[in-house]
C-alpha cells in the first residue's frame, strides 16, 4: 500500500522560504513521477511542480524561479523548497504519485496516490 506523507509547512512572511518534504512508502518514488499540488480555498487543485522518473524538472509559471522540486531516492523522498513566498502562494499543499511508472503528466487524475497536504500560509 503506498502512503505519502507531508512535512515542513507552516505560517511565513511575505519573501519568506519553507521546505516541504514527501516521504514515500510502499513504493520506490525513482520510477514514478511525482507531483506538488496546491489548493486555495474556493479554488481548483492545481499544479505547483513535478519531478519524473529520468528525472527532469518541471513548474507552473507562478513559481517558476521561486521554488525547486528535487528527489533524495535514498530516502524515497521529494522535496519543494519554495523561495521569495508571496501571499497568492498561501494554501494546502499536496504531494502526489502518479498512477503508473515512467510516464509523465501534470493532469491531476493521472496521480493516484495523495498525500493528507500540508498548509503554508503566506503573511503580507
Known amino acids: 500500500q503506498v502512503q505519502l506523507v507531508e512535512s515542513g509547512g507552516g505560517l511565513v512572511q511575505a519573501g519568506g522560504s519553507l521546505r516541504l518534504s514527501c516521504a514515500a512508502s510502499?513504493?520506490?518514488?525513482?520510477?514514478?513521477?511525482t507531483g506538488w499540488f496546491r489548493q486555495a480555498p474556493g479554488k481548483e487543485r492545481e499544479f505547483v511542480s513535478g519531478?519524473?522518473?529520468?528525472?527532469?524538472?518541471y513548474y507552473a509559471d507562478s513559481v517558476k524561479g521561486r521554488f525547486t522540486i528535487s528527489r533524495d531516492n535514498a530516502k524515497n523522498t521529494v522535496y519543494l523548497q519554495m523561495n521569495k513566498l508571496k501571499p497568492e502562494d498561501t494554501a494546502v499543499y499536496y504531494c502526489?504519485?502518479?498512477?503508473?511508472?515512467?510516464?509523465?503528466?501534470?493532469?491531476?487524475?493521472?496521480?493516484?496516490?495523495w498525500g493528507q497536504g500540508t498548509q503554508v500560509t503566506v503573511s503580507s
Open positions: 510502499g513504493r520506490t518514488f525513482s520510477n514514478y513521477a
Open positions: 502526489a504519485a502518479h498512477r503508473r511508472p515512467g510516464i509523465w503528466s501534470r493532469a491531476k487524475d493521472d496521480y493516484g496516490y
Open positions: 519531478i519524473s522518473w529520468n528525472p527532469s524538472t
